[in-house]
């Protein structure tokens, strides 16, 4: 028998909520152990529940889905996230995946994409739209067009700090990275340091979202 995968929604819209849990729960392998209508109430969900997977929107009241994203990928790190949204603009494909989500879906996917989807995030895979892969590779190509300036600057970081920074594209916290690398969580917040003043950002989102840009790691 397969192992069920454990789901948690999140949006605003009840209809919404609703009709995604009627969608995954066709399959017989899914199921959802909660929801919320906003990003607080999601914290208190996804800590009772530990999910396997978080669908999560983008535009709620309190907390956006994409700070949602940042917050339980820190706080329940075995939980992977897929956004579910309406908005295929640029900037937020771009924080999404910068802030750890495992998938982007848009809200007129097809009950069948979105199943694949979950399955595939709870294996540790990742869920795109067919409709925003042209726009992914677009954000990642546009590094081919940055000035040499830019260029030399992504030349200075270190074989460590890309591989920090790589991992930190994944969703990793800061303890995941020092494991995965065998350094100790200091040393990682030091590279990062490094890495925002080499690239002359002030966050993790930042730094990833203009690592994408100069085509310094796939996505």
């Not at 929107?57 to 956004?83: A, C, F, H, Y």
């Not at 916290?173 to 890495?195: D, F, P, W």
């Amino acid at each position: 028998m397969n192992k069920q995968i454990s789901v948690v929604l999140v949006d605003d819209h009840d209809l919404v909520r609703e009709g995604t849990r009627q969608y995954l729960e066709r399959s017989d392998c899914i199921t959802v152990v909660g929801q919320a209508n906003d990003g607080f109430a999601a914290q208190a969900v996804v800590l009772d529940h530990k999910p396997d997977v978080a669908i999560v929107d983008i535009k709620m009241p309190n907390q956006t889905g994409i700070e949602l994203t940042e917050w339980i990928r820190t706080n329940s790190p075995q939980s992977r996230v897929i956004v579910l949204s309406a908005y295929d603009d640029d900037p937020y494909i771009s924080a999404a995946l910068a802030a750890g989500a495992s998938g982007y879906l848009l809200k007129n996917t097809s009950p069948v994409q979105l199943i694949e989807a979950v399955k595939n995030v709870a294996q540790g895979g990742s869920a795109l739209d067919p409709a925003l892969t042209a726009k992914v590779m677009g954000l990642v190509a546009g590094g081919k067009k940055d000035s040499e300036d830019e260029s030399a600057l992504a030349e200075e970081l270190s074989g460590r700090e890309l591989e920090v920074l790589r991992l930190t594209a994944k969703g990793m916290t800061n303890k995941e990275i020092g494991y995965q690398l065998s350094i100790s969580n200091r040393t990682v917040q030091g590279h990062l340091r490094k890495i925002f003043s080499k690239l002359d950002v002030n966050s993790r989102t930042e730094a990833v979202t203009k690592a994408l840009s100069l085509n310094l790691m796939d996505i």
